[in-house]
């Protein structure tokens, strides 16, 4: 299929213009905001995980698509979370030094995730396998080395990165939503007739975690701004890494479903974070 070649390519150029726009020093947030980091840091990793899991399970999803659900779930943040939590002026700084320790961690977080629930949605209808190595190194060649690439040309090269980061990121979103909308054409059929479970399931996810988040950032006595990183990091996934896994690497366009819906539903509900936490902050926006 035209797709499975593409989404590669896709994701290769995503991951690399996330990466001109970072640099070494964003890691250094970490050290400015150690427990909005270690929170949100656990919220990403394990809880939408999940919660995403258990929600599959509740509504007695097929393996594919509880699969799909949770590999959304287990994607770390990308450039949509960047951009809309610098809009609903959250603290962008952190964003982004998320976006670089969880793309990083990808590698092994994804794997691993995909590894332990994979025995548990087994013994129904298909028989799910996975290489944990195998999987962790087509992610390190798709992701982590493109944004490695990208990260080492801003330093090296930052005038020109600066200047390439924009029409880059414009070029890949939109090469994506191309892909999106060819995967929908393609697999109209199978999208519409998982529609209802799917969307049920997308709507529970990320309504969980946003209240989820909510609740723990003002338990943590997080301040404002990382208040609002926290919701806009686990509301927003990188759909174009999950739908590349399962398409490419799992090989199921089945399990791509969830991450066709989940950027859907992801960006309506990143434009009502921005517009109720812009209300809620009315300051000039974080840079």
Request: aromatic share 6%; charged share 10%.
């Amino acid at each position: 299929m035209l797709t499975q070649i593409l989404i590669p390519v896709g994701l290769i150029l995503i991951m690399f213009s996330i990466g001109l726009g970072l640099q070494v020093s964003d890691f250094n947030r970490i050290l400015v905001s150690p427990r909005a980091v270690i929170t949100i840091l656990v919220m990403q990793m394990v809880f939408l995980p999940i919660s995403a899991f258990v929600i599959s399970l509740l509504l007695e999803m097929p393996p594919e698509l509880c699969l799909g659900l949770v590999l959304i779930a287990a994607c770390p943040g990308g450039i949509t979370s960047n951009m809309l939590t610098r809009l609903a002026r959250g603290d962008a700084a952190l964003s982004v030094g998320l976006t670089v320790i969880t793309s990083f961690l990808s590698v092994l977080s994804i794997p691993l995730v995909l590894q332990l629930i994979s025995p548990f949605i087994n013994g129904q209808a298909t028989i799910i396998t996975l290489s944990f190595f195998d999987v962790a190194r087509q992610i390190l060649v798709l992701t982590v080395l493109p944004l490695a690439t990208g990260m080492f040309l801003r330093t090296k090269y930052p005038n020109h990165s600066a200047r390439l980061e924009s029409p880059v990121v414009m070029t890949t979103s939109l090469f994506f939503l191309l892909l999106v909308a060819l995967t929908w054409a393609n697999q109209w059929e199978n999208i519409f007739a998982s529609l209802a479970a799917v969307g049920i399931a997308v709507a529970l996810l990320i309504a969980l975690n946003i209240f989820s988040g909510a609740a723990v950032a003002k338990l943590m006595r997080l301040r404002d701004k990382e208040q609002t990183t926290m919701l806009v990091e686990i509301g927003i996934q990188n759909s174009a890494m999950a739908f590349m896994i399962a398409a490419n690497i799992l090989n199921d366009m089945t399990a791509a479903i969830p991450s066709a819906l989940y950027s859907v539903f992801m960006v309506l509900t990143g434009l009502i974070i921005v517009g109720l936490r812009r209300q809620a902050a009315p300051k000039q926006i974080s840079t």
